[in-house]
C-alpha cells in the first residue's frame, strides 16, 4: 500500500479545523435567527425641529400619533380607549411612569394636544415631547460684525 503510516513519535504537521467551521456556522445561524427577534418596527414619524435639545432617557411609556393620526403603544396601534387601559396597566406595574410622546409635524395641534390630554388624564404626570434636533447652522463667510 501506497498509504503513509504515522508513528506516535511524529509531530502533528496539520490541524483539523472542521469542527472550528461547525461551531461557528451554528453561531452564525443562532445569530441570524434570533437577530430578527431583536429588531422592532419603526414606525415613519416626521418629527418637529429644534435647535436645541437635551438627551433624554428613554421612557418607559412610549406614545406615537402617525401622519394618518393613528396612535400606537410601543410599537403597537391602539384606539384611544386602547391607550387608556395599557396605560392604566403600566401604572399598576410601575410606581412613577413616564411618557414620551412622539408626533407627526404635519398634524393639527389640537390632536396632538388631545393625545397629550389623554395621557395626562390617565395620571401621567411625567411625560416628553419627541423632537429631532436641527443641524446646527453654518457661521456666516464674513464673521461677525
Do not use: C, W
Not at 393639527?108 to 390630554?117: P, Q, T
Request: glycine content about 6%; aromatic content about 4%.
Amino acid at each position: 500500500m501506497a498509504a503513509a503510516q504515522q508513528d506516535d513519535d511524529d509531530e502533528i504537521v496539520s490541524i483539523n479545523v472542521t469542527p472550528l467551521v461547525d461551531i461557528t456556522l451554528v453561531l452564525l445561524i443562532i445569530f441570524m435567527v434570533t437577530a430578527s427577534f431583536i429588531v422592532r418596527e419603526t414606525i415613519e414619524v416626521d418629527l418637529p425641529k429644534a435647535a436645541s435639545t437635551t438627551e433624554t432617557v428613554q421612557g418607559l411609556i412610549n406614545v406615537v400619533m402617525d401622519k394618518d393620526a393613528k396612535i400606537y403603544f410601543d410599537g403597537t396601534e391602539v384606539d384611544e380607549a386602547g391607550l387608556k387601559s395599557l396605560i392604566d396597566d403600566k401604572k399598576k406595574t410601575e410606581s412613577d411612569p413616564r411618557a414620551i410622546i412622539t408626533a407627526d409635524q404635519s398634524l393639527n395641534y389640537g390632536r396632538v394636544m388631545h393625545l397629550i390630554d389623554v395621557v395626562k388624564g390617565q395620571g401621567i404626570a411625567k411625560f416628553a415631547l419627541n423632537i429631532q434636533k436641527e443641524a446646527a447652522p453654518a457661521p456666516s463667510p464674513g464673521g461677525s460684525p
